[in-house]
């Protein structure tokens, strides 16, 4: 079945005339890989919410807790695969000589999708961080034998190389993301609820600097006073008519 997209015809016309595109997407683009959002009805783990166990506060109470949330997030990102949409995203950043995808997700479905280098603003649930001497390492591929697991060099408790809340963005990350929205001609918002600060606001930055703003999210999000065109439908359905409109331009 096709889709209407006119909606975000002037997205397109956009695109055809080469204008930069920077792509900002949450975790709706996963949903359909198998992965819960964090603000859906199966977010919840255990009868608590991601808010109150992805803080340095809940591990430093009760890292066996945030671990094990963790362990079960990472089961199912080991089981994922990319999706139309992951892969609709490549397709375009493989097509447009000026793409940049960022990303709150930490699932790396857009890198297994094939895109190059998206802009991991909340890091990598596939990693794991010593919280003593920092050292990074992939995660083991399998349940840790016994949480929380210890740093093998320093002895310290790991975590999952991820941000949490209260905590500040990679450096690089955030400047290279508000460069890329401060410098497209348009902004696409996929996915995200658009509440999680200072993700959310790249729209806003996005717009002020004279960019066009659309958004694909079968909900209505805070974006969508600063969008042109809002798509309320899922990712994986619009996301490849978009790729398809473009390759038969
Ligand atoms: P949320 O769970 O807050 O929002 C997911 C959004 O995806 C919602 O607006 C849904 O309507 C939308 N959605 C659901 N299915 C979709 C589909 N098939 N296609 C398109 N959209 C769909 O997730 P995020 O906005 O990503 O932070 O959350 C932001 C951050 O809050 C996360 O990165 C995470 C979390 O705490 C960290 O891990 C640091």
Same mark, same amino acid.
């Given at each position: 079945?096709?889709?209407?997209?006119?909606?975000?015809?002037?997205?397109?016309?956009?695109?055809?005339?080469?204008?930069?595109?920077?792509?900002?997407?949450g975790?709706?683009?996963?949903?359909?890989?198998?992965?819960?959002?964090?603000?859906?009805?199966?977010?919840?783990?255990?009868?608590?919410?991601?808010?109150?166990?992805?803080?340095?506060?809940?591990?430093?109470?009760?890292?066996?807790? $945030?671990?094990?949330?963790?362990?079960?997030?990472?089961?199912?990102?080991?089981?994922?695969?990319?999706?139309?949409?992951?892969?609709?995203?490549?397709?375009?950043?493989?097509?447009?000589?000026?793409?940049?995808?960022?990303?709150?997700?930490?699932?790396?479905?857009?890198?297994?999708?094939?895109?190059?280098?998206?802009?991991?603003?909340?890091?990598?649930?596939?990693?794991?961080? &010593?919280?003593?001497?920092?050292?990074?390492?992939p995660?083991?591929?399998?349940? =840790?034998?016994?949480?929380?697991?210890? &740093?093998?060099?320093?002895?310290?408790?790991?975590?999952?190389? $991820?941000?949490? =809340?209260?905590?500040?963005?990679?450096?690089?990350?955030?400047?290279?993301?508000?460069?890329?929205?401060?410098?497209?001609?348009? =902004?696409?918002v996929?996915?995200?609820?658009?509440?999680?600060?200072?993700?959310?606001?790249?729209?806003?930055?996005?717009?002020?600097?004279?960019s066009?703003?659309?958004?694909?999210?079968?909900?209505?999000?805070?974006?969508?006073p600063?969008?042109?065109?809002?798509?309320?439908?899922?990712?994986?359905?619009?996301?490849?008519?978009?790729v398809?409109?473009?390759?038969?331009?």
């Open positions: 079945m096709s889709v209407d997209l006119s909606p975000i015809r002037p997205f397109l016309d956009e695109l055809k005339a080469g204008r930069p595109l920077a792509v900002l997407t975790a709706g683009v996963s949903a359909e890989s198998g992965l819960p959002t964090f603000r859906g009805a199966d977010g919840l783990w255990d009868g608590n919410r991601p808010e109150d166990l992805a803080t340095p506060e809940a591990f430093a109470r009760d890292p066996v807790k $945030v671990w094990r949330f963790y362990e079960w997030r990472r089961e199912k990102v080991r089981a994922a695969k990319p999706n139309a949409a992951h892969v609709a995203l490549a397709t375009l950043e493989a097509m447009l000589p000026q793409m940049t995808l960022i990303t709150q997700n930490v699932d790396e479905l857009h890198r297994a999708a094939g895109s190059r280098n998206p802009i991991e603003l909340h890091g990598s649930i596939m990693r794991d961080r &010593c919280s003593g001497c920092g050292v990074v390492t995660e083991p591929g399998a349940p =840790f034998p016994e949480l929380p697991p210890l &740093c093998r060099r320093c002895g310290a408790r790991l975590r999952p190389d $991820v941000v949490w =809340f209260g905590e500040m963005l990679p450096e690089r990350a955030w400047r290279d993301a508000e460069d890329a929205a401060l410098s497209s001609g348009v =902004f696409l996929v996915g995200t609820s658009a509440v999680v600060a200072p993700a959310s606001s790249l729209g806003l930055i996005a717009a002020r600097a004279g066009r703003v659309f958004e694909i999210n079968p909900e209505a999000t805070p974006i969508a600063l969008a042109e065109g809002s798509f309320r439908t899922s990712a994986s359905e619009v996301l490849p008519e978009i398809r409109a473009l390759e038969s331009s």
